[in-house]
């Protein structure tokens, strides 16, 4: 007889507590043009306002054929980036202005060398041995983000469905931005002229 209480008062305890329903997250998928041609190496991403903050795996920007691989890497606040020495040679990473700012020092092929990436903005990159090479990290506060292929396509998964703002950056132009409802089959177009 108690046990018999004791599931009625479940059942009515689950009755009276108003039932939230929430929609699945989405992926957003996009293009990014400049000009009416697709763009590689765009980063774009959603204001998040107070999402969760998780923990990042590392990320990994590669020294490989004397160019940095991705030349372009889009992370989240508080990201390690590793940096290996993929190359034949030695290699001196460094950014010396905007963003994060940090030398890493000669290192030999097969080393691994870190920095924690804790300030959004955008550290351009160089080698001081290797005057041709550059790349970008790209430091933004929001789980949503991604960056554009060859096809100047891009993929932000699991958005939770709502109205945000969205910024994109590439090296050559100014800082895009609009706003756009995240729904089941939302596409976001980024267009600069």
Same mark, same amino acid.
């Given at each position: 007889?108690?046990?018999?209480?004791? @599931?009625v #008062?479940l /059942?009515l305890a689950?009755l009276? !507590?108003?039932l939230?329903?929430?929609? &699945?997250? +989405?992926?957003?998928?996009?293009?990014?043009? @400049?000009s #009416?041609? /697709?763009?590689?190496?765009a980063? !774009?991403?959603?204001?998040a306002g107070? &999402?969760? +903050?998780?923990?990042?795996?590392n990320?990994v920007?590669?020294?490989?054929?004397?160019?940095?691989?991705?030349?372009?890497?889009?992370?989240?606040?508080?990201? +390690?980036?590793?940096?290996p020495?993929?190359?034949?040679?030695?290699?001196?990473?460094?950014?010396?202005?905007d963003?994060?700012?940090?030398?890493?020092?000669?290192?030999?092929v097969g080393?691994?060398?870190?920095?924690?990436f804790?300030?959004?903005?955008?550290?351009?990159?160089?080698?001081?041995?290797?005057?041709?090479m550059?790349g970008?990290?790209?430091?933004?506060?929001?789980?949503?983000?991604a960056?554009?292929?060859?096809?100047?396509?891009f993929?932000?998964?699991?958005?939770e469905?709502?109205?945000y703002?969205?910024?994109?950056?590439?090296?050559?132009?100014p800082?895009?931005s609009?706003s756009i409802?995240?729904r089941?089959?939302?596409?976001?177009?980024?267009?600069?002229?």
């Amino acid at each position: 007889m108690v046990a018999r209480i004791f @599931v009625v #008062g479940l /059942a009515l305890a689950a009755l009276a !507590v108003p039932l939230i329903a929430t929609e &699945a997250a +989405v992926d957003l998928s996009g293009l990014v043009t @400049v000009s #009416g041609r /697709a763009a590689a190496n765009a980063v !774009v991403w959603l204001d998040a306002g107070a &999402a969760s +903050v998780a923990r990042t795996p590392n990320a990994v920007l590669r020294q490989r054929s004397l160019k940095f691989a991705p030349q372009v890497l889009a992370v989240r606040a508080g990201t +390690v980036v590793d940096f290996p020495n993929d190359d034949r040679v030695f290699h001196n990473v460094f950014s010396f202005r905007d963003g994060k700012r940090f030398d890493l020092g000669v290192y030999p092929v097969g080393s691994t060398r870190q920095v924690t990436f804790t300030n959004t903005g955008v550290s351009r990159l160089f080698c001081n041995i290797h005057p041709n090479m550059a790349g970008y990290v790209v430091v933004v506060d929001t789980p949503w983000f991604a960056t554009s292929d060859a096809e100047g396509r891009f993929h932000i998964v699991d958005v939770e469905p709502g109205t945000y703002t969205w910024q994109a950056w590439r090296a050559t132009g100014p800082v895009a931005s609009g706003s756009i409802s995240v729904r089941a089959g939302a596409v976001l177009e980024v267009a600069w002229p």
